[in-house]
């Protein structure tokens, strides 16, 4: 079947139109409400914006582009939106594996944050993990942190758009000693960033069992008022849960609601404990959710029920979380595939959670759950050019007989070869244009040093 | 801690012994019995074994290579061994996923086996098969499929090693058409396999529930005869688990058992629904089973009782089943990740099975389920130089808190830099050196058009 194409044409169709780029592809994945999928396809960008896309036949002969990307032996798909992470946590990759959670937190994330942890720590961190995830395809990603803002220059010098949530909690943390002023943080930080073309800035309040009930209002209150979303932790394990009805006789779904905290555009992480009322009263406040499959396996917080969710009408993402304990990288193909087969698994149907869905969660599900699918998550013309390239051409990519099967189950984070965020290229055949890659890497390895001594780590390999 | 480490040095301390070749990296890991980490180690081979190992330093004082390959920004391990696969199903890979095992077998695999299996087929899937598992890391692969002298071929071109089994099922099969024939098959391949370096022959007896029991039995013989093992699927399915005790008040293992099928070395692949006294059979028999999570999840099979198998002293190694439904790739990074993931979640307990069993699945443990642990499985002087060096300067790959954690949650595939196989190198910085891959990957192209005509999938891309 050949598609038709709406190209949006200059008046004279003799002249073809200038823009700044085409790419082009063997496929153009477009995840736009028809989920059309091009053969041969090509995209015209204009400044920060896609123009057209459509055949390259017809691209190219409406537009004159400035600079091209051909690529015959990849495809062209939506940046992919990672909607929960800690980033400047990939400087404690891996730092202490397979333990409880209670025991991994004491006896080392906090004593290693709590040593560790500035400004300095923050923003090399952010470039690490901003590196990491454009070399997987990210385009968009979803912080949870302190020091936001350092977290906002990292992010803007790596070229990525990002939703970065200043974290507000109920004891002392890196950057603040109160919850009162982290609040006046956050709120710092969101006059400061408030419409930036790259990030939009957060409140985020860590969790209702970390958390005052009148800071967490506050925040709503601050986030509303600069009409940004608030980010918070929600129904993560069961223990959270169980604690919540104990204490509150509500689940923490209804406690959040019933402090008016999901008032406004909200994005809860994991939603891994939700019952049915729960998911009423998340699709009536219109809340995203964060669904993180390695980080609620690894650290056996349970399995979100995520068909129920989606049919549900609730917008859920993808998120990497962490990279100690929870998940060891930040890398959406692979959480596409785990997603899909911890489903399958978990209810003992293959077909519960096919691919197509997977690949909407990680694109336009999540730009969803942000709120930002007026501008992200789909290749159409108007939104953004954020969009990767993908080799089809590594051994374990041939052959290919479907393509969204391929971006769930076999193609890989290392497949990516060019990355486009607001109609830059910041990575073209996996070189990074934006970062000094070198250096970043050199200084991770010195912060090894420093977070391994503090935790009494010694430098010995043997596990 | 300073590790001391016994070399096999010659009588003479103070002339350096001619080796064939000396690897050093920054870790050398062993899994040895006491799993030793080397750091700043080196592994001296001689023909086609490891003749010492330690550090550089006093490896390089004691041994005088003709060639070496230094690789301080990578570790050495065992190669990795993939205790099931069918490898001619890449060129199927991905053709029709997301369905029930019913359907996908009925409408799509069975009919594109009978248009499209034959001996060329066989030989350019496996090729493929090759080249992605030594691009990932495996050095070890399992098979059971049709024409498995043309796996054995290619195999050895290739330059991998294989215990590689000659599937008998009781119907018409691509390359004989009773089971009379396919055990006429498989003892004239274990005839001309006996004593091969790389090739380990095998008959193999599809399941109980598709091949008669006195062709399982004859199988069996066969492999006793010959001195190999037996390769049989093994309650794989709730449906296989279920049909036996309705039909045989036995379970699939108590039925082989009953027939005598386990009097001998075997492989049972999958080994998902088994009860606590199957254990006691399959502990007692001494047989080895290979579990595979991404297929035993992506086709909802179920969860294998890993912990609890390995517990019972059973081998239990690792493998990628085929490319079609059951997964779409061949790489055993991916499977030690999900292996773990998918036992923390399934149990609730995130310490219940650790990196370092799931590293030991990878490489020592399923050495043993193949009865091959005198061979390979680990870094020892006197086995066989069976190694890949992992790259550990990739963003995703630093900082390293530990080197076995980073293996199995944060290392790739697509890091392993160099291949060595039975002392000779098949893959160097990332390049394969025994076969033409451009060459097999047009091949598959031309049979992606053929396969994907035969069972009536256009050319369309659309999902």
Redesign the interface.
Known sequence: ?RLVWLLWTCACLDAAEPVDWILSAR?VVTMDPQ???V?NGAVAIRRDRILALGPRAEIDKHYKARRRLDRPQALIAPGLIDTHTHAPMS???????????QEWLEKYIFPAEAKNVNAEFVRWGTL?AC??MM??GTTTYTDMYYFEEVIAEATRQAGLRAVLGQTIIGFPAPDASTPQQALARAEKFLEQYRNDPLIVPAPAPHAIYTTPDDVIRSARALANRYGVPMLIHLSET?REYDEALRKRKMTPVQALDSIGALNGRTLGAHGVWLDDADLRILKERGTGLAHCP?S????????ARVPRILDAGIAMGLGTDGFAGS?????LF?EM??A???Q?????????L???RVLEMATITGARALGLDKQIGSLEPGKRADLITVRL?A??A?????????MV??L???DVNDVMVNGRLIVRDRHVLTLN?RQ??EK??Q??RK??ASVG?GL????
């Open positions: 079947m496929y989920r059309r999928i053969a400087l404690f990759r891996g730092l202490a594996d397979d333990l409880r959670l690490l590196i990491e070399l997987s069961r390695s609620n396996s690894k650290l056996a917080s349970g399995l998940n060891n990288d930040a890398n692979e595939d785990l899909a087969k911890l399958k698994v978990g209810t003992l149907d293959p077909q519960v096919p691919a197509v051409d051994p374990h041939i052959p290919m007989y479907n393509v969204v099967s391929q189950y076999a890989k984070g290392s890659v970043v890497l991770a390895e912060y090894r977070v391994a780590i010995s390999p043997n596990p």
